[in-house]
């Protein structure tokens, strides 16, 4: 089955600085990619998506980048904000399937 | 006009005590799903039903046990409650198959 690895498990920067997280991809067959954001005892939310035909999606400060051949994908956070600290998880979803992977998080913490 | 809700959203129960979680969405989705989110916020699907059918049924110890009376309600009974149990369980909706899923609340359940 997938397996989905994500790096960092923690990461700190300042506020106003770029945040990466990333995420490697075992299933070939996976074809789309959610990030979730999960704020301190609320639920995980959505905030971006790529599908496999795309090596490149951006919503305002947040963007997605797939590289389809090494299998991994990465989240990338411009202008830090505080209010952006939370655990973000990166998932994978086989083509035809029904079971999301996820990774095992990553704490951002954007300090002041 | 909440998405996705769960109840209780807290439960506290002794050990080998038998408990129930609802879950409801009123999104129109056709797929529902069971989650467990332990102390080191891994995030494990534990069920998924699609039309009330069951279509993931992971590793799951079978004192737990999911019921969807029709699409839209996701009930999960736990017999035999271990302290390993504790954890926050979150249910989440889609249409079809894995993408774009809606969470739920969480519910934080304490074996004590």
């Known amino acids: 089955g997938e397996n989905v690895e994500q790096h960092p498990s923690t990461l700190s920067v300042q506020e106003g600085d770029s945040a990466v997280i990333k995420c490697t991809y075992s299933?070939?067959?996976?074809?789309?990619f959610p990030w979730y954001k999960q704020e301190l005892g609320k639920r995980p939310q959505l905030i971006i998506d790529i599908r496999s035909n795309v090596g490149e999606k951006k919503d305002q400060r947040i963007a997605v980048t797939l590289n389809k051949t090494a299998k991994h994908f990465s989240l990338h956070i411009t202008e830090t904000q505080p209010e952006d600290s939370a655990v973000y998880f990166c998932a994978g979803l086989r083509g035809g399937g029904n079971k999301l992977t996820f990774g095992t998080g990553t704490q951002l913490k954007v300090e002041l | 006009d909440t998405a996705v809700s769960q109840t209780p959203k807290y439960l506290v129960t002794q050990m080998g005590n038998d408990k129930s979680i609802k879950c409801e969405q009123n999104l129109g989705h056709d797929t529902m799903y069971w989650y467990k989110q332990d102390s080191k916020k891994f995030l494990k699907i534990m069920f998924s039903y699609n039309n009330k059918e069951l279509i993931i049924n992971e590793t799951v110890p079978n004192r737990f046990s999911p019921k969807s009376p029709d699409k839209a309600h996701l009930n999960l009974h736990i017999n035999s409650l271990e302290l390993g149990d504790s954890a926050v369980y979150f249910c989440?909706?889609?249409?079809?198959?894995?993408?774009?899923?809606?969470f739920g609340p969480g519910t934080r359940l304490l074996v004590l």
């Open positions: 989440a909706s889609s249409y079809g198959g894995g993408e774009t899923q809606y």
């Open positions: 299933d070939s067959a996976s074809n789309y």
